[in-house]
């Protein structure tokens, strides 16, 4: 399915794609609009999909029936976020046993996320491979971010990888369309929505879950 002598490295994306996070973090926007008064849905959420938090937050504001403090909104939000973290979030579907396989081909490995770097270490707190990561890109990284190719061009730049001799798995549209654009062979693995069909036709290979490359 992948050859993969033709790649010098392999890039993830984080929430949703490593770690099925996705499900975490919208309980938090659910929780943090219920103590405003608000009501936050399923639907709302997918707008949030693959944008930074703090993007997330300004669109939150605006879907909101009257006018919250943003300052107060944001303490919360990061506060109930990160009490769920805290619990623990699961990995993706065959993540480890694919992650391990690259690994020994000697693939050099990174994380691309438009998290902040405090977002990776609290989605790492339980688990045992980060240092498995030859480098991780998060949002304090760059001045552009997803859908600019900026983060994952940066990753290449940094692992010494022609972009189209790398390998990025990513489960939204917005991440999927940088990598695509940074010239990287790019691997959909959609999450809590589908792909856009201009995505989707410019896509090199999707997956179900990584169990179907181990």
Known sequence: MINYDNFDAVLFDMDGTIFDSEVVHREAWKLTAKQFDENFTDEMYLDFIGKTTPDCINIALKQFSKPIDKEAFTASYYKNN??????????????????QRVKS?????????????????????????????????????????????????????????EPNRTIVFEDSNTGATAAIEAGCFTVGIPDLMPFNMDVENNLNLKIVSFEALI
């Open 105 to 161: 081909m000697g693939k050099k490995l990174g994380i691309v996320t438009s998290s902040a770097q405090k977002g990776v270490i609290a989605n790492f707190a339980q688990h045992y491979f980060l240092s498995d990561f030859d480098l991780v890109i998060t949002r304090d990284d760059v001045t552009h971010f997803k859908p600019n190719p900026e983060p994952y061009l940066l990753a290449c730049e940094q692992l010494n990888a």
């Open 82 to 99: 990160q009490q769920l973290i805290q619990q623990g979030v699961p990995l993706k579907l065959g993540f480890t046993d694919y992650l």
